[in-house]
Structure formats: C-alpha cells, structure tokens
Nanobody
Framework: VQLQASGGGLVQAGGSLRLSCAAS????????MGWFRQAPGKEREFVAAIRWIGSRTYYADSVKGRFTISRDNAKRTVYLQMNGLKLEDTAVYYC????????????????????WGQGTQVTVSS
C-alpha cells in the first residue's frame, strides 16, 4: 500500500484547507484510514479516522466540529476538510492506513497503523 498526501499550505487563522490522501494497493473493507499530525517538538497525534467501507468516523476532541474526514472509494482517496483553522493546528499532517484493525475498533494510536504517507505541511498564520 502506498499513500500520497497533498493539499497542505499556508492559511490565515479562521481559514480552510482540504487535504487529500490517495491510496494505491489493496485495501480491505475493515481497513481504517487515519490522519495524524506532528508539530515541531511534539509527538505525533491522532486527528481523525474513517473506515474504508462504511460511514463510521472518529475525531480528536481538539478538531471535532471543525474538521471533517471523508472518503471517495472510486478515487481511492481520503479527504480531511479543515475549517476554522487555528494557530495550534500548524503541523505536518500524515495520512495512514490500518489494514487489519481490531474488530470494531478505530485506533487513535499511531503504532497501530501499518502504512504512512509522506506528510504535508499545514501552517496557520495570525
């Protein structure tokens, strides 16, 4: 599985960006696609996740109500729509795939994810 993230950039606080993650290779109906982020000097943290098949989604409390994760299976692409961006959202954003998650679980743990994209920088300015 290969993941290609794109869509980062520089945006003013309160603005919006949409990140994309194109997936190639075999995915399974139970697979989970996630977005994580890592700010300078901080650990990588969970942002959002969605199942490859189905509508179940999961968000970090810090982005709930502002970010929306979605998926287009025909394009094999997962999106992260980010609205109401804050200075603290500045980070490198990574998409990741958990091909065989524990049944019924969408993990927030980075070490549960098997494959990672290269990261895309999101910078929010005041």
């Amino acid at each position: 599985v290969q993941l290609q993230a794109s869509g980062g950039g520089l945006v003013q606080a309160g603005g919006s960006l949409r990140l994309s993650c194109a997936a190639s290779g075999r995915m399974f109906s139970s697979s989970v696609m996630g977005w994580f982020r890592q700010a300078p000097g901080k650990e990588r943290e969970f942002v959002a996740a969605i199942r490859w098949i189905g509508s179940r989604t999961y968000y970090a409390d810090s982005v709930k109500g502002r970010f929306t994760i979605s998926r287009d299976n025909a394009k094999r692409t997962v999106y992260l729509q980010m609205n109401g961006l804050k200075l603290e959202d500045t980070a490198v954003y990574y998409c990741a795939a958990d091909l065989h998650p524990v049944v019924g679980v969408i993990s927030k743990r980075a070490d549960e994810y098997d494959y990672w994209g290269q990261g895309t920088q999101v910078t929010v300015s005041s």
